[in-house]
């Protein structure tokens, strides 16, 4: 695991000297992501650069120093992640005649690329990478980035010269580099938490999209990244052709592979562990862990003081079944709220998902005791987890069969109302309303139903729900939003389920952009690996290939799952609604982080920083403060964009 920068300068304005001082300055934000070593290798003839900060994993021997050049000296490479089946394409590269120094799989991708060329040679890796690689020969640079989108690459052209980094602190010290804010991706934040791929928070940077490969020659056309694998192409071949054995079967199958890629991202020359919630995802991968492990496994788990965010007593019953070596931290208020000024260079750019606060934490505890860490994300994605996938179909059920003129007529006396003059009306009705009454807010109950009942499709109903500020360009001040994955239905997959639609598009904008970026980030700000076997390409095809009624029934997911972890583990150790891993944010800003709030959210600051509609996020704020709303969610996304505005400035 590491960390990667480096550009392609076709002006002649630079010596060689010149060339390495940029890159050593550009690598010298990277050091969190490569504390072992470091190195810079360029073609000043060529004005290309490549600069690398090393996690030593595999290989920790000079042998497996980057950046590296191939045998035949036609490559050099600086590359980011891991290669899980190396070993196996060392053998199979062997019998072709390849011959290797040392044992790292860096030299295994050189080799491959000799062999088999670039999208070759990356239908071969099974693994998490992000990499540049330099073909003196073609004289071509070449960009790639694993399958799921594991592992961070942003680009960018700076007139004649290309740039890229594992992240955007390292871009910005490239002299002169250009900060302007892209308003137009802030749209996409505040809706949507994150600024999804292909875009970033600045203007002319992006990121490389999952599973595509961006090839330069160094002529004045910039080219499009080129697709070598398609989530879209996987989830359409795997319902159109499903697997047909019998349940017990897929059981097994599924079981065999998990147990591989569990299996394949344990090995490491490094003290390794797993992080532990207690759920059904982190612990079966513990689970298949231990089982092949001669060892106890060291697993970590975070608890919190408020019941209602905490699962530490799940992950120690888990613990002590499976016999793990285990380590739990319980954290106070005052833990979690030191991390918060460390969020906007953690991050790089504005992300506001909240579990981001305790997924560090965490990743900190592990790094004392580890190198690098397994998790459980993925699963919610391939078998169907999220609680979304639940109530989107409920209520689309309850408001799709009346008709659209009355729904739009019910919905708008709802909102006639404020919900604070709901609550005060629906006081009374406590006792003959308590489904309503399970809300803090009875009227924002009522408002989020008026919400629903104006949506045309189940589509709407999911966007929706995974959306922060509904009508973001009211709130960016100068900024149309753009399309993305989710709001172009020309890139959804053709599946035949609503659920499934979900799940697909979920593992193409939620996971890469939020949950995969919070890991990264998370962990590799505190120098730790993580490793997601259900992420193993293998896992995903096989996973699509599983009709859907293997995965849910009734109203719960991951039934295939379930049916493998309780080989491990008996059932009333992981039976319990889903949880999330957030921290009460609401409570914080009413609190503790009250006068931090006001301070970002100062109306002449606002006014003169020119991004925001002060008037919209002034209302929420009051309306937050008072208690008659809860508004968390949106305000935080402001919070943290000025946050990371006030560190980036």
């Known amino acids: 695991m590491c960390g990667l920068t480096g550009f392609w300068n076709l002006s002649?304005?630079?010596?060689?000297?010149?060339?390495?001082?940029?890159?050593?300055?550009?690598?010298?934000?990277?050091?969190?992501?490569?504390?072992?070593?470091?190195?810079?290798?360029?073609?000043?003839?060529?004005?290309?650069a490549l600069g690398h900060r090393r996690l030593a994993i595999v290989d920790l021997s000079p042998e497996g120093h980057q950046p590296?050049?191939?045998?035949?000296?036609?490559?050099?490479?600086?590359?980011?992640?891991?290669?899980?089946?190396?070993?196996?394409?060392?053998?199979?590269?062997?019998?072709?005649?390849?011959?290797?120094?040392?044992?790292?799989?860096?030299?295994?991708?050189?080799?491959?690329?000799?062999?088999w060329g670039v999208e070759g040679a990356i239908k071969h890796f099974n693994g998490m990478f992000a990499f540049a690689l330099w073909d003196s020969q073609e004289r071509l640079l070449h960009l790639g980035r694993d399958r799921l989108g594991e592992k961070p690459l942003y680009y960018g052209w700076m007139g004649q010269t290309l740039l890229f980094a594992s992240e955007l602190k390292a871009l910005?010290?490239?002299?002169?580099?250009?900060?302007?804010i892209n308003r137009d991706a802030l749209t996409l934040f505040v809706r949507y938490h994150y600024v999804p791929a292909p875009y970033s928070i600045y203007k002319g940077i992006y990121k490389l999209p999952p599973a595509t490969v961006l090839t330069w020659n160094g002529t004045a056309t910039h080219p499009a990244p080129v697709p070598y694998w398609s989530a879209k192409e996987v989830a359409e071949f795997g319902v159109a052709n499903p697997f047909t054995g019998s349940e017990q079967e897929a059981i097994d199958q599924m079981e065999a592979l998990l147990r591989d890629a569990v299996g394949l991202r344990m090995v490491a020359d490094v003290p390794l562990g797993a992080f532990l919630s207690g759920g059904i995802d982190s612990s079966t991968v513990v689970a298949l862990m231990q089982a092949q492990s001669s060892q106890p496994v060291k697993t970590f788990s975070i608890g919190f003081y408020e019941d209602k965010y905490n699962e530490a007593p799940y992950a120690k019953a888990v613990a002590q079944h499976l016999k793990t070596d285990h380590t739990e931290l319980y954290l106070t208020a005052k833990d979690a709220l030191a991390v918060i000024p460390k969020l906007p260079s953690l991050y790089d750019e504005p992300f506001s998902d909240d579990s981001g606060i305790p997924?560090?934490?965490?990743?900190?505890?592990?790094?004392?005791?580890?190198?690098?860490?397994?998790?459980?994300?993925?699963?919610?994605?391939?078998?169907?987890?999220?609680n979304r996938y639940f109530s989107s179909d409920r209520i689309w059920q309850k408001v799709?069969?009346?008709?659209?003129?009355?729904?739009?007529?019910?919905?708008?006396?709802?909102?006639?109302?404020?919900?604070?003059?709901?609550?005060?009306?629906?006081?009374?009705?406590?006792?003959?309303?308590?489904?309503?009454?399970?809300?803090?807010?009875?009227?924002?109950?009522?408002h989020l139903i008026a919400e629903f009942l104006a949506v045309s499709d189940r589509e709407?109903?999911?966007?929706?729900?995974?959306?922060?500020?509904?009508?973001?360009?009211?709130?960016?001040?100068?900024?149309?939003?753009?399309?993305?994955?989710?709001?172009?239905?020309?890139?959804?997959?053709?599946?035949?389920?609503?659920?499934?639609?979900?799940?697909?598009?979920?593992?193409?904008?939620?996971?890469?952009?939020?949950?995969?970026?919070?890991?990264?980030?998370?962990?590799?700000?505190?120098?730790?690996e993580g490793r997601i076997p259900f992420l193993d390409h293998?896992?995903?095809?096989?996973a699509w290939r599983i009709p859907l009624s293997m995965k849910i029934r009734g109203n719960q997911g991951k039934w295939l799952l379930r049916q493998i972890l309780e080989r491990y583990v008996p059932k009333d150790l992981i039976e319990r609604p889903k949880a999330g891993f957030g921290v009460p944010i609401d409570s914080w800003l009413r609190d503790p982080l009250r006068?931090?709030?006001?301070?970002?959210?100062?109306?002449?600051?606002l006014q003169k920083e020119g991004f925001f509609n002060s008037q919209l996020i002034h209302q929420k704020w009051a309306e937050h403060l008072s208690g008659d709303r809860d508004w968390q969610y949106d305000l935080w996304d402001v919070l943290m964009f000025q946050a990371w505005l006030e560190e980036n400035n």
């Open 460 to 528: 709407e109903i999911y966007r929706s729900l995974v959306s922060h500020w509904k009508t973001p360009e009211a709130l960016v001040i100068g900024a149309s939003e753009p399309t993305t994955n989710l709001s172009d239905r020309q890139h959804w997959a053709d599946v035949p389920s609503f659920l499934e639609s979900m799940m697909y598009l979920d593992t193409v904008t939620y996971l890469p952009d939020d949950i995969l970026v919070k890991l990264d980030r998370a962990s590799m700000g505190v120098s730790l």
């Open 538 to 542: 293998r896992v995903v095809e096989l």
């Open 359 to 386: 997924t560090f934490l965490v990743s900190q505890m592990a790094r004392e005791y580890v190198t690098v860490s397994l998790s459980g994300d993925g699963g919610d994605e391939l078998f169907g987890g999220y």
């Open 400 to 446: 799709g069969s009346i008709p659209k003129t009355l729904r739009q007529i019910v919905g708008y006396a709802l909102t006639s109302l404020s919900p604070q003059t709901w609550n005060r009306i629906l006081a009374n009705f406590n006792t003959l309303l308590p489904a309503l009454f399970k809300e803090s807010s009875p009227g924002d109950k009522l």
């Open 12 to 48: 002649t304005d630079l010596n060689g000297e010149e060339i390495h001082n940029i890159v050593q300055q550009m690598l010298l934000p990277l050091l969190h992501r490569g504390p072992d070593s470091g190195g810079v290798w360029a073609d000043e003839s060529m004005g290309i």
């Open 172 to 180: 910005k010290a490239y002299p002169d580099f250009p900060t302007e």
């Open 68 to 115: 590296m050049l191939s045998a035949d000296g036609r490559y050099a490479i600086v590359f980011n992640g891991e290669i899980y089946n190396f070993l196996a394409l060392r053998q199979e590269l062997t019998e072709y005649g390849h011959k290797f120094r040392g044992h790292s799989d860096t030299e295994i991708m050189l080799a491959g690329f000799s062999q």
């Open 595 to 605: 006068d931090w709030a006001e301070s970002l959210l100062d109306e002449k600051r």
